[in-house]
C-alpha cells in the first residue's frame, strides 16, 4: 500500500464516559412522551446539553425536541405521498417544514425543511431501529453525522425528525440519472473524506460504536456536498473487556456486509472498514455492488475487481467513464489499493479507519496531469469504457432482518428508493 499508513496514528478517544440516554416511554393514557428518569421542561427539550470534544466532534447528553404526531401530520401536510424522500424496509421518510427557532411546524417553503422517518408501527425491527436511532443520534454532533432534531412516541407511531439534506443520497449521484448531477473527482474525494471521518469519530469515541450498515444509500449530502452518515438504526456498541468482537445476529446490506459477519454473527470495529472499502469501490467505477444485468462474472463488483485493482492499466478501464479521465491516475491508484486493503477477508488485517482517513486525505494532495483534463487525450490512451455501459438500476439486496437473521438474501427486500433527508 505504500506511505499511506506508515506511521503510528494517535488515539483520539474521548475522556467522557458516554452516559446512556433516558429511555423514552409512552404514556399509555395522554399518549404523551415522557421520560422514565425525569421529566420533561416546559419545552419539551430533553436534558441538559454537556459538550465534551472528541475527535473533531461532541459526545453530549440527549436535547431533542419531543413533537406531538399533530405537529408532524401539519408539518407535513398529513404525511402526503408527494412529500415522501425516500423509504426503507421499515420506514417511510417524509419532507416537513418546521420554524427555525421554535420548531412549531410551518408552511411550506416557510422555515426550516426537515426529515420526518415515520416506521412502520406493526414492525418490531422498526422499533428497534428506532430506539437505537434515538441512543445514538441523541448523542453524537458531529460535522459529518446527519442531525437528530427530535422525536415522536404516540399512538403507537414512532418517528423522528432529521436537519433536511439538500442533494440526497450519494447512492443517487453515483448510479440515478433523474435529477442528480455528475460527480468530479474532486467532489468524489470530499465526499469519502467527509464519510470515512464521520465513521472514524465513531470508532474512537470512549465507547466505540460499530456503524453496521454503511453503503451509498446512507451516506447524505448537503448544498455543498458535504459528506453525513445517517440511518444509524442497525449501530452498536463495539467490544469491551478487552474483546475482539461483539457477537450478534446478522443484519444489513448484502454486498456491503463484512464476511466474517455474513459467516459467524462476530462483529468488529474493522467490519465497518469493509462496507467502506466496497462504497470506495462504487465511487471510483460508478457501478453498484450487485448487479445481475451485468455479464457473466461481473456481478458481483467486489469478485470482478479485487485481481484488477493492482493493475495501473486496468485500473484505468474500471474508472467510472462519466469522470472523462479527468482525475490523477496516481491517486486513483493509490485508493485502488486502499480498496484491496480495506476488503482484505481477515478483520485484523484491514486498516482502521483513522488510517483509512489519513491514507485518503494523501490523495487530495495528488493533482491533475493538465493533459488528463483532454477527454480526446484519454480515449487515445485507454480507448473505451465498454464495462461501464452495465450501470443498471438494479438494487443491493437487504440481509433479511428476522429473529434468526442468519440468512443473506434468502427473502430479501430492496433498498432505500431515495434517501435525501
Not at 440519472?177 to 470508532?203: C, M, N, Q, S
Not at 469478485?303 to 490523477?328: E, F, H, N, T, V
Not at 482484505?344 to 488528463?372: G, H, I, W, Y
Not at 452495465?390 to 430479501?412: D, L, W
Request: proline share 4%.
Amino acid at each position: 500500500m505504500g506511505n499511506c499508513w506508515t506511521q503510528s496514528v494517535e488515539n483520539h478517544s474521548s475522556s467522557v464516559q458516554l452516559s446512556s440516554p433516558p429511555a423514552v416511554v409512552c404514556n399509555k393514557k395522554t399518549d404523551t412522551p415522557t421520560m422514565s428518569s425525569s421529566s420533561t421542561s416546559k419545552d419539551n427539550i430533553i436534558g441538559k446539553q454537556e459538550e465534551a470534544e472528541a475527535t473533531s466532534g461532541k459526545i453530549v447528553s440527549p436535547n431533542l425536541k419531543v413533537f406531538s404526531l399533530a405537529e408532524l401530520k401539519s408539518a407535513t401536510r398529513n404525511f402526503r405521498p408527494d412529500t415522501v424522500l425516500g423509504e426503507g424496509g421499515f420506514d417511510r421518510v417524509f419532507k416537513g417544514w418546521v420554524d427555525k427557532k421554535t420548531l412549531a411546524p410551518s408552511r411550506v417553503g416557510v422555515g426550516m425543511a426537515v426529515a420526518v422517518k415515520k416506521s412502520n408501527p406493526d414492525s418490531q425491527q422498526g422499533l428497534k431501529e428506532w430506539q437505537a436511532e434515538v441512543k445514538f443520534l441523541g448523542k453524537f454532533s458531529h460535522p459529518n453525522l446527519v442531525k437528530l432534531i427530535g422525536y415522536c412516541c404516540e399512538e403507537k407511531e414512532f418517528l423522528l425528525v432529521y436537519e433536511h439534506m439538500q442533494k440526497g443520497s450519494l447512492e443517487r449521484h453515483l448510479f440515478r440519472k433523474e435529477g442528480a448531477e455528475t460527480l468530479l473527482w474532486d467532489t468524489r474525494l470530499k465526499i469519502v473524506i467527509g464519510a470515512a471521518r464521520g465513521l472514524t469519530f465513531l470508532h474512537t469515541t470512549e465507547k466505540q460504536v460499530i456503524y453496521r450498515d454503511f453503503k451509498a444509500s446512507n451516506v447524505l449530502l448537503d448544498e455543498d456536498y458535504n459528506a453525513k452518515l445517517s440511518d444509524f438504526g442497525l449501530a452498536k456498541l463495539g467490544p469491551v473487556n478487552g474483546n475482539s468482537h461483539v457477537s450478534t445476529r446478522v443484519v444489513g446490506t448484502y454486498g456491503y456486509a463484512a464476511p466474517e459477519y455474513v459467516a459467524s454473527g462476530h462483529l468488529y470495529v474493522n467490519s465497518d472498514v469493509y462496507g467502506f472499502g466496497v462504497v470506495l469501490l462504487e465511487i471510483i467505477t460508478g457501478l453498484r455492488v450487485l448487479d445481475l444485468t451485468r455479464p457473466t462474472g461481473q456481478h458481483d463488483l467486489v469478485d470482478w475487481a479485487k485481481p484488477l485493482l493492482p493493475d495501473k492499466r486496468k485500473l484505468r478501464k474500471m474508472m467510472d467513464s462519466k469522470l472523462q479521465g479527468r482525475y490523477p491516475i496516481n491517486a486513483a491508484f493509490q485508493i485502488a489499493q486502499l480498496i484491496l486493503q480495506c476488503l482484505e477477508s481477515d478483520p485484523k488485517t484491514r486498516p482502521s479507519m483513522e488510517q483509512v482517513l489519513e491514507c485518503l486525505e494523501q490523495c487530495t494532495a495528488m493533482k491533475m496531469n493538465k493533459a488528463m483534463h483532454s477527454n480526446e487525450h484519454w480515449q487515445r490512451q485507454s480507448g473505451d469504457h465498454r464495462n461501464n455501459s452495465y450501470q443498471s438500476q438494479q438494487m443491493p439486496r437487504h440481509v433479511e432482518k428476522t429473529a434468526s437473521g442468519n440468512v443473506i438474501g434468502s427473502r430479501a427486500h430492496r433498498s432505500p428508493i431515495n434517501r435525501t433527508y
